[in-house]
């Protein structure tokens, strides 16, 4: 049998950590291999490792041809479901995976839209004699999008937050920094903070080790705190002129009292003087 290992699908899932290769090689040298591997014609999609565990010690194995695959989006999308299915990856993985169906999907989706915009025939024209609209349908309809981070969220079982972290250390995370979360060295949230700082700062953080990595999240998320804690200084100056303020009313009150007594006592002089007149 031929089977062709293409690289790029073979790397298009995170390779297993020495420790679980170790395992998966004991298990099969044990009990044999027990799943069998998924092929696209000649191509092997799944099952990487126990092909090369295989044919490392002369093992027999079984194959089984996936024929609902027509592009390699398809396999793509195929080998994430089968990888978000899993326990054994990390969070991290499992929220790039959702990110990368996301785009697959988008795009997917787009072109089936426009295929559909494109081949629609004009309203005064029937459908053929002798064909259904389903002829000329032009295949399933185009998958629903993961068009939220709610909606990656849930495919990837995160939070929303995992989401907005995982996405930021994609955009912006050293690849030494990268490699810790995918290590499971440090956690996400630890590796979206020092994402923040500039990459040499992040790569030196993550050449120093774990302790350093926290560190520097510390730093970051310090820094982030103090605008919020000393921006009521301005508020505090509003509180300090409130009582010149209150004092310049109250001063403006009592010559207007004052100056209302004397007006008062000007008009009961008036009246005396013009009850006198009226009794003369």
Not at 9 to 15: F, N, Q, S, T, V
Not at 67 to 90: A, C, N, P, Y
Not at 160 to 177: D, Y
Not at 255 to 271: F, G, I, M, S
């Amino acid at each position: 049998m031929n089977i062709v290992v293409n690289e790029e699908l073979k790397a298009y899932i995170d390779p297993m950590s020495p420790e679980e290769y170790a395992a998966l090689e004991r298990s099969i040298l044990t009990e044999g291999c027990r799943d069998a591997l998924v092929l696209w014609g000649d191509v092997l999609v799944d099952g990487h490792h126990r092909y090369g565990i295989c044919q490392k010690h002369s093992l027999p194995f079984q194959t089984v041809q996936n024929t609902h695959f027509k592009t390699m989006e398809d396999v793509h999308l195929w080998m994430i479901d089968q990888h978000l299915g899993r326990r054994s990856i990390s969070d991290y993985q499992r929220g790039v995976l959702a990110l990368r169906k996301k785009v697959i999907v988008d795009d997917q989706r787009s072109r089936a839209l426009s295929e559909t915009s494109s081949d629609d025939p004009p309203f005064d024209v029937d459908t053929p004699a002798g064909e259904s609209p389903a002829d000329n349908a032009s295949a399933l309809p185009p998958p629903a999008p993961l068009n939220s981070r709610e909606s990656i969220a849930k495919a990837a079982r995160l939070s929303s937050s995992q989401v907005v972290m995982i996405e930021k250390i994609q955009k912006q995370a050293a690849p030494e920094l990268v490699a810790a979360v995918k290590s499971g060295v440090i956690s996400i949230n630890t590796a979206a903070a020092v994402a923040s700082l500039p990459a040499e700062e992040q790569v030196s953080a993550a050449n120093a080790g774990k302790d350093e990595l926290k560190q520097a999240a510390k730093r970051v998320r310090e820094a982030k705190r103090k605008p919020r804690e000393e921006s009521p200084e301005p508020a505090s100056n509003d509180q300090a002129a409130k009582p010149d303020a209150v004092e310049a009313l109250e001063h403006r009150v009592a010559e207007l009292t004052r100056e209302n007594d004397a007006l008062r006592k000007q008009v009961a002089d008036l009246q005396a003087q013009l009850a006198v007149q009226l009794a003369d």
